[in-house]
């Protein structure tokens, strides 16, 4: 891996990891689910992300829109019949719009984790990264289950702030939405990498999150592994993507 973007990896995560708290993503939540910053469509939403390189990727340095075709057209030869799946790959990293309209990257990007509970070891950069985090410093939340309880389901979990919850969030606040409530978990966790892959906080889900589990497992297999230099023709496939966007999230919608 290139030397400039692994440093620039690492930053991000030092920041994410001593500043996502309880009370940093509960300010957050409130400050952004009033979704009065901006109205745009789908396309246009994703237009704007030409202008964004995720500073948390070690595998892609190219803009967001372009790994949005890629995972979208892997997943749709995959899976020509689900063409809700293909809008997901599509929309997956549409909440990183907060960048553009004034949110600091390690409060967007990156792998997220619950806050509130102990932090688990498989968190990428976890023993070197957290040291000034003010929650350690809180015994509530220094326990496995911490301010939680055993099996209380993902929903109830506070996750750290980022593009996961966002675009869950304002797809939901979306009464257009018709997207199924696979594409919005897949939407939703996504990023949870300790969970969907190390296995991890398995003592926090509960039976809906282990039935969706298989959803967010086969559609990491497209994000992750679409990452490279192989450009997808946008203006070939835009046509079939405005069709799902027009079924699904049509109009514009509130950020």
């Not at 030397?3 to 996502?20: G, P, S």
């Not at 559609?219 to 027009?246: A, G, M």
Request: hydrophobic share 35%.
């Amino acid at each position: 891996m290139d030397d400039k973007i692994q440093r620039r990896v690492r930053q991000t995560y030092l920041q994410m990891h001593t500043f996502q708290t309880v009370d940093f993503v509960t300010s957050r939540l409130n400050y952004w689910t009033t979704f009065d910053k901006a109205e745009l469509t789908v396309m246009e939403t994703l237009e704007k992300l030409n202008n964004l390189v995720d500073e948390s990727d070690p595998d892609v340095d190219v803009p967001n829109i372009v790994h949005a075709f890629q995972t979208a057209e892997r997943i749709r030869a995959a899976y020509p019949q689900h063409d809700w799946f293909h809008l997901t790959g599509l929309i997956h990293d549409l909440g990183k719009m907060m960048v553009l309209i004034g949110e600091q990257q390690w409060a967007v990007v990156g792998d997220t984790f619950p806050v509130g509970c102990a932090f688990d070891e498989s968190i990428v950069y976890r023993n070197s990264t957290f040291h000034n985090n003010p929650d350690l410093q809180n015994p509530k939340y220094n326990t496995k289950y911490g301010i939680y309880s055993k099996h209380c389901g993902l929903n109830n979990v506070l996750m750290s702030w980022g593009h996961d919850e966002y675009m869950y969030r304002v797809l939901s606040n979306h009464d257009a939405c018709r997207l199924p409530s696979e594409a919005l978990y897949i939407i939703r966790y996504h990023s949870f990498y300790p969970w969907h892959f190390s296995n991890a906080y398995n003592h926090l889900s509960n039976n809906w999150d282990m039935e969706m589990l298989p959803w967010v497992r086969e559609f990491n297999k497209f994000d992750l592994y679409t990452k490279s230099d192989e450009l997808p023709d946008v203006d070939r496939v835009r046509s079939y993507y405005q069709t799902l966007i027009d079924k699904y999230i049509p109009g514009k919608i509130k950020w």
